[in-house]
């Protein structure tokens, strides 16, 4: 089985998208096929042996539409389809201003004797005087106009003969109809005066520009919701500075190869991801990790491809290229989660499958049913009109895919990665979090918290011990180590250094022998270490590990080393609490150690002494006790239980097995961001709610008013003009509504 996404073109209305899919689900060998109205893009699972690309294009363009499948876009083949979309743009106002000055003297012209007060036409013209001419000028300003919509009469004819009808065919035929019957009365003018009070010409031209101006202001609404994704391409430079044997050559992107030395000049962007060789600055980072403040770069730290490079110049060795970039792997994530569609939506596609159909046939039978009663046909023309007119499949099949783009973009400029809707949707669900300790409530790097000394300074005794570990590779000489180092001490070198496997390394220091290790080491040396034993055991208890330091012989002290808790996780859980959401924390720890954390922190429930493989089990047993769960992780071992959760979450500066199998990535390793997270699910779902609440409730009281069910109890009769109107700004205001999103604050 093979998913691709293909570009459909063609598409105007759910009615379409709905079209897509159920022609393409039908072909045997493929197993599931989802097409998003608001990007334009089908994402189709099928068997390779049953099916081709080329079976599922010539499908797709029999039953109206053009399909092709989508290509890997550089930024420059990006910027040249955003120029077709503007051109595209451009032509549509052109034609809709076009329109709209026509429509203007069209309604003068037709309406004019309507209006309370006089509004004179050139007796030439006029309705009384020369009833033929004042129908020939509304003929002639029609023609005009509906050429200038042309699109919907082309579209909307082809889909409806193909088996299709969509929206554009609610308005050729409601349009066509009111036009061809105002034709007929103009042919029967010189014969019968009469037939000019039954024109409709400006019943069908205006309800044209009315929804051309719809689709004009929707169309320009939508491109607003993918503008995350236009401003994550622009942020990589198309050239880069590289150095060869000390030479400097500006070069395109796509020359540039792994292994090569990147000039970064300040204030320029950084091009590719890669690793700091020469040189220090302060690189802002926000745009892809929404981390505000400038993150210092040294000697081998890692820049990411696209932050901005302030005041010093780097020179950076290229890690990774293309797709392979973190800035390219963001925006394919984004369009994938923009592409593929929530569970919520399932309801409004499967009711626009049947939607124009149905609506075609409640107009048909609500004329019959005027015809019967013995109304006029303008009566019932109008009717007929009104009904195809007002019915709006474009809000159903946009409610849900705008609201997550828009709701993904905003997580993006947060940092917040959101794999698909169904992630962004499930999450709003959640009842349970649960977290890993080490890197995720905690720093995941051993620290210094303490420092005991008996008669030593304790930044001699600080500097005694970091001497000695500098050739250890175990973190938590390390971590002694960047401690003198961050204390600015100056550390001698040490002689005949020993590791001691599973108790602590022995060296020689200024002349003495020096031991720092645990208690394992201490009792195989004989030392003792009694003097200190209460202040050590409490260090213990609270999750901290004593490091013994000895010199010759002697105990001196001291050092407690730990991983600390990150300096805002307890707020996080503290809001994440707030949610009514139950926090529990994961660790191999001991009990002792992993309940300390656990009350610094205030989580609901500790688990300790969780080996890594079993960490999926716990998420599992929670699940089966009824709970949402959404898991948080950054390791390796959390893979398999970022998988079993409901919700499975990757810290961002975790590994990239844990980044591949969470649905949502953390770029900031901040646990705030699952609040966030949270938050956003909450708002875009909401948001979801209220466009479908909207466009079902628009359709279900429109068309009956359409139909003339208020005139049925002695009310007024919809115009098709204020039918076309209505149904233009359906869609606009669903689209306005998702754009709303972007003003929430997370």
Not at 456 to 461: I, N, T
Not at 641 to 660: C, N, P, Y
Request: with cysteine.
């Amino acid at each position: 089985m093979v998913t691709e996404t293909y570009v459909i073109k063609g598409m105007t209305c759910a009615s379409c998208s709905s079209a897509v899919e159920r022609v393409t689900r039908k072909m045997e060998g493929v197993s599931e096929s989802n097409v998003n109205l608001a990007t334009n893009r089908m994402t189709i699972t099928y068997e390779e042996k049953s099916v081709t690309p080329q079976d599922i294009m010539d499908r797709v363009e029999r039953a109206g539409f053009e399909a092709s499948p989508e290509e890997e876009k550089g930024k420059d083949q990006a910027l040249e389809e955003e120029q077709e979309v503007l051109e595209g743009h451009k032509k549509t106002k052109r034609r809709l201003i076009g329109a709209i000055c026509l429509a203007i003297p069209l309604l003068y012209v037709s309406m004019g004797h309507m209006v309370p007060f006089p509004m004179p036409l050139p007796s030439i013209i006029d309705m009384h005087q020369n009833p033929f001419n004042f129908a020939l000028v509304q003929l002639v300003l029609t023609v005009c106009i509906l050429i200038c919509g042309r699109k919907f009469y082309i579209v909307g004819f082809k889909t409806l003969f193909r088996g299709h009808p969509n929206m554009d065919s609610l308005v050729a035929i409601g349009t066509g109809s009111a036009f061809v019957y105002s034709l007929v009365m103009t042919v029967l003018i010189p014969s019968d005066p009469s037939a000019v009070h039954n024109l409709y010409y400006e019943s069908s031209a205006v309800v044209v520009t009315l929804v051309m101006l719809g689709k004009y202001m929707e169309s320009k609404s939508k491109g607003k919701t993918s503008e995350a994704i236009k401003k994550m391409m622009e942020l990589a430079p198309d050239t880069a500075v590289r150095l060869v044997d000390g030479k400097e050559e500006q070069v395109q992107l796509d020359q540039v190869a792994v292994g090569d030395i990147l000039l970064i000049r300040p204030g320029s962007r950084v091009p590719l991801d890669g690793k700091v060789v020469s040189g220090n600055s302060s690189v802002d980072e926000s745009m892809l990790t929404g981390e505000s403040i400038p993150v210092e770069k040294d000697l081998d730290d890692q820049v990411i491809g696209g932050s901005l490079n302030y005041n010093g110049s780097l020179q950076v060795e290229v890690t990774h290229t293309g797709s392979d970039t973190t800035l390219s792997k963001i925006i394919k994530l984004m369009e994938d989660a923009q592409g593929r569609k929530a569970p919520i939506s399932k309801l409004a596609d499967q009711v626009a499958g049947y939607f124009v159909p149905t609506v075609l046939a409640i107009a048909v039978l609500a004329a019959v049913i005027w015809t019967l009663t013995g109304q006029e046909l303008a009566f019932v023309l109008t009717v007929f009109v009104s009904v195809l007119v007002i019915a709006c499949p474009c809000a159903l099949g946009l409610a849900t895919p705008t609201a997550i783009m828009v709701g993904t973009g905003l997580g993006a400029t947060h940092g917040i990665l959101i794999k698909s809707g169904e992630a962004l949707e499930i999450a709003h669900k959640v009842d349970t979090v649960v977290l890993d300790k080490t890197g995720t409530v905690t720093l995941g790097q051993p620290r210094v918290v303490r420092i005991v000394s008996r008669d030593l300074p304790k930044e001699q005794l600080l500097t005694i011990a970091a001497a000695c570990e500098v050739p250890s590779e175990h973190p938590l000489g390390q971590a002694i180590v960047r401690e003198a180092a961050e204390q600015g001490l100056k550390l001698e070198e040490t002689e005949n250094f020993q590791s001691v496997t599973g108790q602590g390394i022995r060296a020689g220091y200024q002349g003495q022998t020096v031991l720092v290790g645990n208690v394992r080491m201490m009792d195989a040396a004989g030392v003792d270490i009694s003097s200190l034993e209460a202040e050590s055991e409490s260090a213990a208890s609270k999750g901290q590990t004593p490091m013994y330091v000895v010199i010759d012989q002697v105990l001196a002290g001291f050092i407690s080393v730990a991983d600390t808790v990150k300096e805002n996780s307890a707020e996080a859980i503290s809001q994440i609490k707030r949610l009514g959401i139950q926090v529990y924390m994961l660790t191999g720890d001991h009990q002792k150690t992993a309940d300390h954390i656990g009350s610094l922190v205030h989580v609901d429930h500790v688990v300790a002494q969780v080996m890594p493989g079993d960490k999926a089990a716990v998420v599992q047993k929670l699940q089966e006790e009824g709970k949402k769960v959404m898991m948080v992780g950054d390791g390796i071992n959390d893979a398999p239980a970022l998988a079993q959760a409901d919700v499975g979450v990757a810290i961002g500066s975790g590994s990239d097995i844990a980044i591949e199998s969470g649905d949502i990535v953390l770029m900031r390793s901040d646990l705030m961001d699952v609040y966030r997270a949270i938050r956003l699910s909450k708002g875009t779902i909401r948001n979801i709610k209220q466009n479908l609440f909207w466009a079902f409730i628009f359709n279900s009281l429109g068309i009956p008013v359409a139909a003339g069910v208020l005139h049925a109890f002695g009310g007024p009769l919809l115009n098709p003009i204020f039918a076309g109107l209505a149904m233009s700004f359906s869609s606009v205001f669903v689209v306005s509504n998702a754009l709303r999103l972007k003003t929430l604050k997370l």
